[in-house]
């Protein structure tokens, strides 16, 4: 018969062995219990952790899309109440000028609204939001529209000397009594409409682009989200207020003021039917971006559907892993420190 000696240290070493590899598999229970998912995707998926990753993946994408839409979304709200606001501000001046043309206001008057809607104009226009300009097109870091009434505007600047260089004469000049509804009306078409329908607006008055700022609202779907102050309806507005603002303060004769206001109306009314498109226009991007929105929560709901499937553990089972494997290690500590207080010399003693 053959006996073999057992150390105490061996039997510790064993122990302390069994205690480490018990307290790495708590940590793994644990974080399966915490999160409901496996510790190890690749240990326990196996050949199948490339379809969790896609799913992951493609997951991490459509939320990065949402979060961005809801961006636009704001951009895009602001820009409706900002086009509601310059359809108000068009609506005022419309109904100065058909006063004046009824007689029941003065120039003075008229001219006072004319200046504050420019005022109104350049401050919506130059609205901006999370630090972009809404107007600005894709030059968003830049005040979209310069201010006409401020000292030394070039656009102001711009439409004196056209004047002077039409007539001979300012505005303010006792000469400008002179002048005929005929002459006006060709002053108009001919001088100051190139400096707002032509190569002056970007010359003096806007620094925003043509260009608008398209984003992607889906994983296959991208939409312009943006207005830029080049419109058309927006230039127009600019033009009558601007030649309210500037004409109707001099000394012209009634003829050619009464020119200045018909042709003043008919503009507003212009840009109000040119802002309601915007409206309309802005109106449409805003459904199809939340419309985008709802579709691709439906597939983030899905896919994580499936990665739950996946990836999920039994939240019970967890727990009472978690439980044993503690109850274990608690047992063996206990142990461990029996056998640390064997010795031969206790033992003979």
Same mark, same amino acid.
């Given at each position: *018969?053959?006996?073999?000696?057992?150390?105490?240290a061996?039997?510790?070493n064993?122990?302390?062995?069994?205690?480490a590899? *018990?307290q790495?598999?708590?940590v793994?229970?644990?974080k399966?219990a915490?999160?409901g &998912?496996? =510790?190890d995707?690749?240990?326990?998926l196996?050949?199948r952790?490339a379809?969790?990753?896609?799913?992951?993946?493609?997951?991490?994408?459509?939320?990065?899309i949402?979060?961005?839409?809801?961006?636009?979304?704001?951009?895009?709200?602001s820009?409706?109440?900002?086009?509601?606001?310059?359809?108000?501000?068009?609506?005022n001046l419309?109904?100065?000028?058909t006063? =004046?043309?009824?007689? %029941?206001?003065?120039?003075?008057?008229?001219?006072?609204a004319g200046?504050? $809607?420019l005022q109104?104009?350049?401050?919506i226009l130059?609205?901006?939001?999370n630090g972009e300009?809404?107007?600005?097109g894709t030059?968003?870091d830049v005040?979209?529209?310069n #201010?006409?009434?401020a000292?030394?505007?070039p656009?102001?600047a711009?439409?004196?000397? =056209?004047?002077? =260089?039409?007539?001979?004469?300012?505005?303010d000049?006792?000469?400008a009594?002179?002048?005929t509804?005929?002459? *006006?009306?060709?002053f108009?078409?001919?001088?100051?409409?190139?400096q707002f329908l032509?190569?002056?607006?970007q010359?003096?008055?806007?620094?925003?682009?043509?260009?608008?700022?398209?984003?992607?609202?889906?994983l296959n779907e991208? @939409?312009?989200?943006s207005?830029?102050?080049?419109?058309?309806?927006?230039q127009?507005f600019?033009m009558?207020a601007?030649m309210v603002t500037?004409?109707?303060?001099g000394?012209?004769?009634?003829?050619?003021?009464?020119?200045?206001?018909?042709?003043?109306v008919?503009?507003?009314?212009?840009?109000?039917?040119g802002?309601?498109?915007?409206?309309?226009?802005?109106?449409?991007i805003?459904k199809?971006v $939340? #419309?985008a929105?709802?579709r *691709? &929560?439906?597939?983030?709901?899905l896919?994580? &559907? !499936?990665?739950? %499937?996946?990836e999920?553990?039994?939240? @019970?089972e967890?727990?009472?892993?978690?439980?044993?494997?503690?109850d !274990?290690?608690?047992?063996?500590l206990a142990l461990?420190?029996?056998?640390?207080?064997?010795?031969?010399?206790?033992?003979?003693?």
């Amino acid at each position: *018969m053959k006996t073999s000696s057992v150390s105490t240290a061996a039997l510790s070493n064993a122990l302390r062995y069994a205690q480490a590899r *018990m307290q790495s598999d708590l940590v793994k229970a644990s974080k399966e219990a915490a999160t409901g &998912k496996v =510790a190890d995707v690749g240990l326990a998926l196996g050949s199948r952790t490339a379809q969790s990753v896609t799913f992951s993946r493609d997951l991490d994408r459509l939320n990065v899309i949402i979060d961005s839409n809801g961006l636009v979304a704001a951009r895009l709200s602001s820009t409706q109440t900002s086009l509601g606001q310059l359809s108000s501000v068009a609506q005022n001046l419309l109904s100065s000028l058909t006063a =004046a043309t009824s007689g %029941d206001s003065t120039a003075g008057l008229t001219q006072s609204a004319g200046q504050a $809607a420019l005022q109104q104009l350049t401050s919506i226009l130059n609205t901006s939001v999370n630090g972009e300009y809404l107007f600005a097109g894709t030059n968003t870091d830049v005040k979209p529209i310069n #201010d006409f009434t401020a000292s030394g505007s070039p656009a102001k600047a711009a439409f004196d000397a =056209a004047f002077v =260089a039409r007539f001979g004469f300012t505005q303010d000049d006792p000469a400008a009594a002179s002048i005929t509804a005929q002459q *006006m009306d060709d002053f108009i078409t001919n001088d100051v409409e190139p400096q707002f329908l032509g190569s002056g607006w970007q010359a003096n008055w806007s620094n925003a682009t043509d260009q608008q700022i398209v984003s992607r609202i889906a994983l296959n779907e991208n @939409t312009p989200t943006s207005i830029s102050a080049n419109q058309e309806g927006i230039q127009k507005f600019a033009m009558a207020a601007a030649m309210v603002t500037s004409l109707l303060s001099g000394n012209l004769s009634e003829a050619a003021r009464n020119t200045v206001i018909s042709r003043s109306v008919s503009l507003v009314g212009e840009t109000l039917g040119g802002i309601g498109q915007l409206q309309s226009q802005t109106g449409i991007i805003q459904k199809r971006v $939340a #419309d985008a929105s709802d579709r *691709m &929560k439906t597939q983030v709901d899905l896919f994580e &559907k !499936h990665i739950v %499937d996946l990836e999920s553990v039994d939240p @019970t089972e967890a727990a009472t892993r978690v439980a044993d494997l503690t109850d !274990h290690i608690n047992t063996s500590l206990a142990l461990t420190a029996r056998l640390q207080q064997l010795s031969l010399l206790k033992y003979l003693t």
